[in-house]
């Protein structure tokens, strides 16, 4: 069964987070569907928790399970 945004990522994303990426330059906008289901910003978000480029969040890593849950919303084709 596809992971959908509203129901299985989401909810990844602690309201600090959703905040904080909301006042950067320009805007990553973590709770928004229109804007993560755009295949350049979900990756850049994907890279920025993973990898050499993690910087997010800030004062932890995401959990390997989220990060694949994540993964497979993405490659499940950006589900509602």
């Known amino acids: 069964m596809p992971l959908s945004f509203n129901a299985d990522i989401k909810n990844l994303f602690r309201p600090i987070d959703i905040d904080h990426m909301k006042q950067q330059n320009p805007p990553v906008?973590?709770?928004d569907y229109?804007?993560?289901k755009t295949p350049d910003?979900?990756?850049n978000v994907?890279?920025?928790l993973t990898?050499?480029?993690a910087q997010m969040p800030p004062d932890h890593a995401w959990?390997?399970?989220d990060i694949c849950k994540f993964a497979k919303w993405i490659a499940g084709g950006y589900e509602r």
């Open 41 to 43: 910003n979900a990756t």
């Open 63 to 65: 959990p390997e399970a």
């Open 51 to 53: 990898g050499e480029l």
């Open 29 to 31: 906008l973590l709770d």
């Open 46 to 48: 994907f890279l920025h």
């Open 34 to 36: 229109n804007y993560m």
